[in-house]
C-alpha cells in the first residue's frame, strides 16, 4: 500500500511540468489526494487538493491559480498535477498525500498516507 510521486526534474523558467501520484494497493478514487510542496528551510505547504470521486471539488492556493490544476485519473489509479510558467520560486520537494476524510481542504495534517517526495528545480 503505498503512493509513488514521480515527475519531478530540473526545468528552465516558463516551462511546464506534469507529476504524477500513482497509488498501489488501494484504489485512490475513494480518497482526497493532495499536493504539497516544501522548499529548502520552509514548512511543507499545500498547493492542490482534490476531493474523493463522489464529489471531486478542487482546492488550489491563491497565488497558484492560473498555473497549477489537479486532475484524476480514476482507470489509472492516478492523481496529477499540471504546472505551467513555473517559477524559480516553485523550486522545491513535491509530495502527495491522501485522506479518507471528505472534502478538498488542504492542510497537511488531515492528510495520513503520504508518497515520497519528488524534486522540482527551476532555474535558467
Known amino acids: 500500500v503505498q503512493l509513488q510521486a514521480s515527475g519531478g526534474g530540473l526545468v528552465q523558467p516558463g516551462s511546464s511540468l506534469r507529476l504524477s501520484c500513482a497509488a498501489s494497493?488501494?484504489?485512490?478514487?475513494?480518497?482526497?489526494v493532495g499536493w504539497f510542496r516544501q522548499a529548502p528551510g520552509k514548512e511543507r505547504e499545500g498547493v492542490s487538493c482534490?476531493?474523493?470521486?463522489?464529489?471531486?471539488?478542487?482546492y488550489i492556493v491563491d497565488s497558484l491559480k492560473g498555473r497549477f490544476t489537479i486532475s484524476r485519473d480514476n482507470a489509472k489509479n492516478t492523481v496529477y498535477l499540471l504546472m505551467n510558467s513555473l517559477k524559480p520560486e516553485d523550486t522545491a520537494v513535491y509530495y502527495c498525500?491522501?485522506?479518507?476524510?471528505?472534502?478538498?481542504?488542504?492542510?497537511?495534517?488531515?492528510?495520513?498516507?503520504w508518497g515520497q517526495g519528488t524534486l522540482v528545480t527551476v532555474s535558467s
Open positions: 498525500a491522501a485522506s479518507s476524510t471528505y472534502g478538498s481542504s488542504c492542510p497537511p495534517t488531515r492528510y495520513g498516507r
Open positions: 494497493g488501494f484504489t485512490l478514487d475513494y480518497y482526497a
Open positions: 482534490i476531493s474523493s470521486s463522489d464529489d471531486d471539488s478542487t
